[in-house]
């Protein structure tokens, strides 16, 4: 499956934007999707997730109750809705896909898109 991640922009603190994660390839929907966030500098981090069917998600802490992932199985798109963004948020934002769900690490999701970056000004 190939991704492609989109949607990222400058926006200031409080903001929302939504990015998403358009696929093209094998079935979408035996896939698992995450988000991810690298910072300047930084590692990359796991940000949210959700299952193939779209019934179960799970999030990090940081972002947990201001962002929101879903995805539309017909359209092989994920979206990553996020609300009342911080300075913190600021990272390139990569979409990926995993056969399993519950995977949290980068190194355990299969495909990756190209990132796209969101700026948050304070």
């Known amino acids: 499956v190939q991704l492609q991640a989109s949607g990222g922009g400058l926006v200031q603190a409080g903001d929302s934007l939504r990015l998403s994660c358009a696929a093209s390839?094998?079935?979408?929907?035996?896939?698992?999707i995450g988000w991810f966030r690298q910072a300047p500098g930084k590692e990359r981090k796991f940000v949210v997730a959700i299952s193939r069917s779209g019934g179960s998600t799970y999030y990090a802490d940081s972002v947990k109750d201001r962002f929101t992932i879903s995805r539309d199985n017909a359209k092989n798109t994920a979206y990553l809705q996020m609300n009342s963004l911080k300075p913190e948020d600021t990272a390139v934002y990569y979409c990926?896909?995993?056969?399993?769900?519950?995977?949290?690490?980068?190194?355990?999701?299969?495909?990756w898109g190209q990132g796209t970056l969101v700026t948050v000004s304070s």
């Open positions: 990926a896909a995993d056969l399993f769900y519950g995977a949290s690490r980068a190194d355990e999701f299969d495909y």
């Open positions: 390839g094998r079935a979408f929907s035996r896939y698992a």
